[in-house]
Nanobody, 122 residues
Framework: VQLQASGGGLVQAGGSLRLSCAASGLTFRSYIMGWFRQAPGKEREFVGAIGWGGINKNYADSVKGRFTISRDNDKNTVYVQMNSLKPEDTAVYYC????????????????WGRGTLVTVSS
């Protein structure tokens, strides 16, 4: 199984980025997909998750209204559109796959990708 996140970069506060995560080696539509992030010196934290069909979603309070997760099951890809970015959004962002629900805890994710760095300048 491979999960490859991409799309990170440097953006000014208030700007936008879209991250992508391409999955292979698994039956993508059977997994809920989550996004997590880890800032320097901090624990990895939940950002959001999307259900199998792309309808059910769960977001961390810190990103609600600013981030939108979507998926394309034909392309085995999950996205997170990040708007109104803040310096505190700076982190390495990871995608992960779970066969639990969208409320799955971090330890309930089966597969993790390598992260992509997002840096938001003030």
């Amino acid at each position: 199984v491979q999960l490859q996140a991409s799309g990170g970069g440097l953006v000014q506060a208030g700007g936008s980025l879209r991250l992508s995560c391409a999955a292979s080696g698994l039956t993508f539509r059977s997994y809920i997909m989550g996004w997590f992030r880890q800032a320097p010196g901090k624990e990895r934290e939940f950002v959001g998750a999307i259900g199998w069909g792309g309808i059910n979603k769960n977001y961390a309070d810190s990103v609600k209204g600013r981030f939108t997760i979507s998926r394309d099951n034909d392309k085995n890809t999950v996205y997170v559109q990040m708007n109104s970015l803040k310096p505190e959004d700076t982190a390495v962002y990871y995608c992960a796959a779970s066969q639990r629900g969208i409320w799955a805890r971090k330890y309930e994710y089966d597969y993790w990708g390598r992260g992509t760095l997002v840096t938001v300048s003030s």
